[in-house]
């Protein structure tokens, strides 16, 4: 699993960690048995009712549709991808836009499909980025959401049994989310930029769509602490 450097919007360097070749083989090929197994019953029900072929091609759509609509609406991630605790993000660890979606949809023709994935594994080797042609064309990567990083980096905190959250929409954000707030928090606290910190905290409550009942750095605290509660609970 090799590491990256992004920039957040705050000009603040975070190492992520990228997704390996392996991972994304085997997300890609649990993917691959679910189309499989649509491809299957959608034939054993078209057998039974005798479906024409322009009703075989419309339903033949969510496969070729599949891995834009699942990336687009769950988040940067497709089934395989979930279960593989892996995420498409933008070389700036931002959720992608609709069109980076498409651009990446759209080369996996010339990545995967014409090639058999030949030229998506070349190209992840030797970007250094975990970049396929179509990340490179969109922005983006896939990202692994599990940290190989000590207790001390990670999220887990040490919460009392007597805590009591204040802000249960924190658990709308991702690990990552959580992950890419901590580290900015701890950076700006050590350069002493507690303008950043008002940005972040600004940031953090529109993503949640609440108002802070508190001073920016004590609200940053809670969001983290309660989602380690929640967490840990869950």
């Known amino acids: 699993m090799k590491e990256f450097q992004i920039k957040t919007a705050q000009n603040i360097s975070i190492n992520q960690n990228t997704a390996n070749v392996g991972t994304r083989i085997l997300a890609y090929l649990l993917d691959g048995a679910i189309m499989v197994f649509y491809l299957i019953f959608i034939f054993y029900i078209g057998s039974e009712s005798l479906f024409t072929w322009s009703v075989y091609s419309l339903l033949f759509l969510p496969v070729l549709l599949y891995h834009l609509l699942f990336e687009a609406f769950m988040d940067g991630q497709s089934p395989g991808k979930k279960i593989m605790n892996i995420r498409v993000v ?22 995967i499909s014409l090639t058999s994935g030949g030229v998506a594994i070349i190209t992840i080797l030797i970007t250094g980025k975990g970049q396929r042609i179509g990340d490179v064309a969109a922005g983006t ?8 990083i000590g207790l001390h980096e990670t999220l887990l905190q040490e919460i009392p049994e ?30 002493g930029d507690f303008t950043l910190i008002k940005q972040l905290a600004e940031k953090t409550a529109s993503l949640l769509q609440l108002k802070p009942e508190e001073k920016s750095l004590a ?3 809670h969001i983290i602490k309660d989602y380690n509660y929640y967490a840990q609970r869950g």
């Open 219 to 221: 609200f940053l605290d």
């Open 141 to 148: 990567t896939v990202v692994s959401e599990k940290f190989n």
């Open 162 to 191: 007597d805590y009591v959250p204040k802000y249960p929409q924190v658990m709308n954000l991702s690990d990552q989310q959580i992950q890419q707030i901590k580290q900015i928090k701890s950076e700006a606290l050590k350069s």
């Open 90 to 111: 933008r070389l700036d660890g931002s959720k992608p836009t609709m069109s980076n979606y498409l651009i990446r949809w759209l080369l996996r023709f010339v990545d």
